[in-house]
């Protein structure tokens, strides 16, 4: 089957540091553009971070950069999202999705395929 697996998501304080893990199945993500979104409670789904097919990066909130990164392993089929600095306002359920090869933007639409989520929870 063809599907996206998220990971890692945890209760961190803030300050923290935490790393997503997105693992493939069934394709191959070498090929594809993957964007991390968070859904925070009782908010729209927002796109964070891309990667397209030539690890070339897109940040969609600034509040991110310098802080957040994303990655490509493509022996082991996953993506990473590493965070640092962590603050209660990145707090939400993280999404990995993906699509072929290039970004599209910031929101969910045009993306085939899609996680389930992982919990981050950033308090005191």
């Not at 030539?54 to 969609?60: C, M, R």
Request: contains cysteine; charged residues 20%; hydrophobic residues 30%.
């Amino acid at each position: 089957q063809l599907q996206l697996v998220e990971s890692g998501g945890a209760l961190v304080q803030p300050g923290g540091s935490l790393r997503l893990s997105c693992a493939a199945s069934g394709f191959s993500l070498d090929y594809h553009a993957i964007t991390w979104f968070r859904q925070a409670p009782g908010k729209e789904r927002e796109g964070v971070l891309c990667i397209n097919g030539n690890d070339e990066d897109t940040y969609y909130k600034d509040s991110m950069k310098g802080r957040f990164t994303i990655s490509r392993d493509s022996a082991r089929n996953m993506i990473y999202l590493e965070m640092n600095s962590l603050s209660p306002e990145d707090t939400g359920v993280y999404y990995c999705a993906a699509r072929y090869y290039y970004c599209s933007g910031p929101g969910p639409e045009g993306y085939d395929f899609w996680g389930q989520g992982t919990q981050l929870t950033v308090s005191s």
